[in-house]
Structure formats: C-alpha cells, structure tokens
C-alpha cells in the first residue's frame, strides 16, 4: 500500500503532467484539479482580468508621492517586485507576456489585500525584463538571456535600495 504523504510526485490525469508533493506543490494542483467555476471565483476576488495599473497614480511605488509611499508602508510594509523575461513564446505571442501576467498577478493580489485588509502592499515597477535562462536558450529568436549571477545581483541591489 503507497503512502500518499510520502510520494514525492503528485500525478494528474495527464502523465506528462506532474506535481512536487509539497505545500505549493499541493495548491498547484487543487488548482489544477479545480473546475472552471472555482477559477473564476478565485479571479474574480482578486479582480482578474483588470486593465494594467502601471501607469496609474498610487499603483506603483514609483508612481506614489514619497510621503503617501513612507504613509502607505506603515501600515503595510510588503513589497512586491514583479520580474519577468523577454523570451520566444512562439510566432503568435509577444516576447513580454511573463512580465506581463506576473505583473498582473501582483497588481490583483494587491487589489485583494487592500480590500480584505483596508491598505493595500506597494508594488515596484519591474526592474527586470531580462531574467536569467538556461543556456539550451540561446539562439532562440527574440529571447534575452542574462547570466543569473546578474539578474541576482540586480534583484539584491533593487532590494537593498527598497529596504531604505
């Protein structure tokens, strides 16, 4: 007899489909697992899809007066930093679209805390559209490969400078 707590893998109906029996992995999969209504309950409490809130004022740190961003963070201290990558998603996709839906998801998780909560987390704009890539990567058309010792140390020196 298996005993499920100590498998490593979770499987799915689809065998090239896999999930790492963790806590994340384990959420990845009930989500996976969830039907369509669920999703669009889960979506709609974060309010997804939306329009983009980078360019609108109070969105973005860098788009916050400095005295509302120092009001905002005494009462929610959280940052979130959205990163993506520039990378071929094929002849019918843009080159940004993870920097776009990671944007998008911090944008709506911070909707939903400012509802749930009152004041919602700040967010920075993207510092990074250019994250790092295995080498198997180069050579594909439209993809930007930097080394991950820069995208880490670009991310700590972002960190740094929000930590003032």
Known sequence: MSDKKNEKWLTTDYP??????SQVGRLKKELF???????????????????????KAGSYIQTTPRMNVIENRRKNDFVFVPVGCTECHG????????TFMVTQICEGV?????????????????PLNYGAHPYHHCGMAGTIIMPEDVVRETMINVMYGLWN
């Open 16 to 21: 090239q489909i896999v999930f790492e029996n």
């Open 33 to 55: 697992d969830a039907p369509m209504s669920k999703i669009e309950e889960i979506l709609k409490e974060y309010e997804i899809p939306s329009l983009s809130e980078l360019g």
């Open 110 to 126: 911070r909707r939903y805390i400012k509802n749930r909560d009152g004041v919602g987390c700040s967010l920075a704009l993207p």
């Open 91 to 98: 002849d019918y996709a843009n080159t940004g679209l993870d």
